[in-house]
C-alpha cells in the first residue's frame, strides 16, 4: 500500500453554539440508542462522500465536460471529479478559484475504472493500480504495485505523479499544493508504505517539475506492495 491524504490547507473552525434546555420528549434521531444515532449518523456521512456517476442533466454542465465521476469533501472544502485522464481537484469554498489535476505521469489511459462507495480505482497496464478513498478527514489517495517497474534500480521505486495547474513545495515530511498566486490551498502528506508481508518500506515524498515523486526503498520487499 503506497498512501497518502490530500487536505484542505485551510480548514474551517467550527462554529460554537449556545447549548439549549433540552426537550420535554424526544423525537427523530434523539429518540435514538447512542449506537443507533452513530450508526445514523455513519450512513450519513458515507452517503455525502459517496463517488457517484453523474446524470445526464450533470454531464451537460460545462465543467462536467470528460467527468465520470463526481464526490465532495464537506469537511475539507474539496471538490473531486474524475475523469479518464485523472482526478480534478477543486475548491469548495465560493471564494476560492482553484483546480488541479492529478494523474500517474506517463501510465496512459486506465484500462478499467471501478468505482464502489467512497472509493475509485483506477488500473494500468503497467500493472499499477491507482485509488482514491474519500474520507471525512480527506481524500486518501494510493497505489497499489503488482510488480517491480523496468526502470526501478537496486529494488528503489520512484512513482512520478504529474499535477496540472498547480504547483508543489516540501513541508515538513509532506508537500503542499500551490496556486498560480504561490498560495497553498492542499496538503499532500501522512505517506505509508507497506509489502505483502506487513512491512513498512522507508518512504518520502518530494515535488518535482511536473508534480511530485514518490520514492520507496523497496530493496528485498515483497509483491505486490500492497
Known amino acids: 500500500l503506497v498512501s497518502s491524504t490530500i487536505l484542505d490547507a485551510h480548514p474551517l473552525v467550527a462554529a460554537q453554539t449556545t447549548p439549549q434546555a433540552p426537550a420535554k420528549q424526544l ?27 453523474l446524470t445526464p442533466h450533470q454531464a451537460s454542465m460545462p465543467e462536467n465536460e470528460d467527468v465520470l465521476y463526481y464526490a465532495s469533501n464537506h469537511g475539507q472544502r474539496i471538490r473531486a471529479r474524475f475523469r479518464e485522464d485523472g482526478l480534478r481537484l477543486e475548491s469548495g469554498y465560493p471564494n476560492r478559484d482553484w483546480n488541479g489535476l492529478v494523474r500517474l505521469a506517463d501510465a496512459g489511459k486506465p484500462q478499467a475504472i471501478r468505482q464502489e462507495g467512497t472509493r475509485l480505482e483506477y488500473e494500468y497496464a503497467n500493472g499499477v493500480i491507482e485509488w482514491f478513498y474519500n474520507r ?19 529494488g528503489n521505486i520512484a512513482l512520478q505523479v504529474a499535477i496540472d495547474g498547480l504547483t508543489t513545495e516540501k513541508t515538513g515530511e509532506g508537500l503542499q499544493f500551490l496556486n498560480d498566486a504561490g498560495e497553498a490551498v492542499l496538503s499532500y502528506n501522512q505517506l505509508k508504505v507497506w509489502d ?27 509483491y505486490p506492495i500492497i
Open 196 to 222: 505483502a508481508n506487513g512491512h513498512s518500506l522507508p518512504a518520502r515524498l518530494q515535488p518535482s517539475n511536473d508534480g511530485l515523486e514518490i520514492l520507496v526503498s523497496a530493496k528485498n520487499a515483497a
Open 136 to 154: 471525512p478527514d480527506g481524500i486518501e489517495h494510493g497505489y497499489i504495485l503488482n510488480q517491480a517497474s523496468p526502470s526501478s534500480t537496486d
Open 27 to 53: 423525537t427523530g434521531a434523539a429518540s435514538l440508542s447512542d449506537s443507533e444515532q452513530q450508526s445514523l449518523w455513519k450512513a450519513f456521512s458515507e452517503a455525502r462522500r459517496e463517488i457517484r456517476s
